[in-house]
């Protein structure tokens, strides 16, 4: 059974911080997804990376995948009370199209 | 609108009950998903098909679960006999295509489900 930890489960910070979210797994992916989701709607995917090292930026948000596609980071600059929610990472394989999905990471970002 | 929707958006059942819960997935979208989020934590896979055909059911928990897609596009997920275990966020997803290198899915609003 392919696994997914992340870290923190809780964050909590001031806005205009710096965060970073971890994303680890024993196995590789082929594919590995961040979502963000609010309370009663459906995780919201944010990026997809695939290829080991590959970086990728949103607006404020830096998004990493590990060069042997294992883990992966989710970093946020100048945090904004917009950007609180839970966030899940999620992988798939070639051939399987189900996500397994991380334990998740609940951010506040304080006003 | 275009997105997945998914009805009811809550529902409450007493224990023994049966429940039906429904989703329609994006439009063209070939392949459809279910996962059942627990209170906190991330979505767990249910089940999945392509069009009608469905390919993987080995995240169904229990044979109380039961999936079906006949026309390859809206989807019922029906849970028999429900127990206070069963009380969950359940999420459908949609995608595009199979084989795609990304896997991206789409997801729906979810039926949250309460068993009393």
């Known amino acids: ?111 | 609108g275009a997105g997945v929707s998914q009805s009811p958006r809550y529902k409450v059942a007493k224990r023994g009950q049966d429940v039906a819960l429904r989703c329609d997935p994006i439009s063209g979208h070939v392949s459809l998903f279910w996962y059942q989020q627990a209170l906190g934590q991330g979505p767990e896979f249910l089940t999945y098909f392509q069009n009608e055909a469905q390919l993987d059911k080995s995240g169904l928990p229990s044979d109380r679960f039961f999936a079906e897609r006949p026309e390859g596009s809206v989807s019922t997920l029906k849970i028999q006999r429900t127990q206070q275990e069963d009380s969950a966020v359940y999420l459908c997803a949609s995608s595009l295509s199979p084989g795609a290198s990304s896997y991206e899915q789409y997801f729906g609003p979810g039926t949250r489900l309460t068993v009393t």
Not at chain 1, 1 to 29: A, D, K, R
Not at chain 1, 86 to 110: D, M, Q, S, V, W
């Open chain 1, 1 to 111: 059974t392919q696994l997914l930890e992340q870290s923190p489960q809780f964050l909590s910070i001031q806005e205009g911080e710096n965060l970073t979210v971890y994303c680890n797994s024993s196995s590789v992916f082929s594919s590995l997804q961040w979502y963000r989701q609010e309370p009663g709607e459906g995780p919201v995917l944010l990026v997809t990376v695939v290829t080991g090292g590959e970086v990728k930026k949103l607006k404020r948000l830096t998004f990493q995948f590990g060069d042997a596609r294992k883990d992966s980071s989710l970093h946020i600059t100048a945090a904004q009370p917009g950007d609180t929610g839970l966030y899940l990472c999620a992988g798939a394989n070639f051939g399987n199209e189900k996500l397994t999905f991380g334990t998740g990471t609940r951010l506040t970002i304080i006003p």
